[in-house]
């Protein structure tokens, strides 16, 4: 069974990037079927969905937050990584990152929270 682990660093100041890293086990991330997203959720808010990368290596993004975000992999490392730039404290919120097959994210982490302040 897949599994998803988030990782990087719990406060980040104003105008900063935030940066994040997704190891998937049990599974490719160049696997053809799936696609790999990114998902936060602020405090008392909904998930929002912020982007994806495909198998192919292709990119997608939540067009309120494509000016500010950038989604990479490295494969030999079965990793892909969210960089989210000009942070404010609005971007302060539990990162997820997870596994998308037809539209639907099936297998996510556990989640990270992400603190935006000085």
């Known amino acids: 069974q897949v599994q998803l682990q988030e990782s990087g660093p719990g406060l980040v100041k104003p105008s900063q990037t935030l940066s994040l890293t997704c190891t998937v086990s049990?599974?490719?991330?160049?696997?053809?079927?799936?696609?790999w997203s990114w998902i936060r959720q602020p405090p008392g808010k909904a998930l929002e969905w912020m982007g994806l990368?495909?198998?192919?290596?292709?990119?997608y993004y939540s067009p309120s937050l494509k000016s500010r975000t950038s989604i990479s992999r490295d494969t030999s490392k079965n990793q892909f990584s969210l960089q989210l730039s000009s942070v404010t404290p609005e971007d302060t919120a539990v990162y997820y990152c997870?596994?998308?097959?037809?539209?639907?994210?099936?297998?996510w982490g556990q989640g990270t929270q992400v603190t935006v302040s000085s």
């Open positions: 049990g599974g490719s991330i160049t696997a053809s079927d799936y696609a």
């Open positions: 997870a596994r998308r097959r037809l539209s639907t994210e099936e297998y």
């Open positions: 990368i495909a198998s192919d290596g292709n990119t």
